[in-house]
Nanobody, 122 residues
């Protein structure tokens, strides 16, 4: 199973930006669909964004559409989440995820990173 390592979390003021990164050591990562999820305290984990392995397909939750951008660099086996115009309600632990199937990446991906904390102050 692919191993995922996130980085880039931190503390930012409302309206600011952060970029999260998720790296995998396996070269086969490039063919995986990749996604980001988040979990706020006391809430269920929720889908944020996903990108296909080889095509240009992306999808976003309504809560982040227009503010967040998911991208990938297959040469570096890395997926990114650029987060702009951050709001206090974006505060959560953000998880990178991957799955061989685009059909499941937004619901139940099989590989997960350890998570990185994002805190947005008002």
């Amino acid at each position: 199973q692919v191993q995922l390592v996130e980085s880039g979390g931190g503390l930012v003021q409302a309206g600011g930006s952060l970029r999260l990164s998720c790296a995998a050591s396996e070269r086969t990562f490039r063919v995986y669909a990749k996604g980001w999820f988040r979990q706020a305290p006391g809430k269920d984990r929720e889908f944020v964004a996903a990108i296909s392995g080889m095509s240009s397909s992306t999808t976003y939750s309504d809560s982040v559409k227009g503010r967040f951008t998911i991208s990938r660099d297959n040469a570096k086996n890395t997926v990114y989440l650029q987060m702009n115009n951050l709001k206090p309600e974006d505060t959560a632990v953000y998880y990178c995820a991957a799955d061989v199937s685009w059909a499941t990446i937004t619901r139940a991906p099989r590989a997960w990173g350890q998570g990185t904390q994002v805190t947005v102050s008002s």
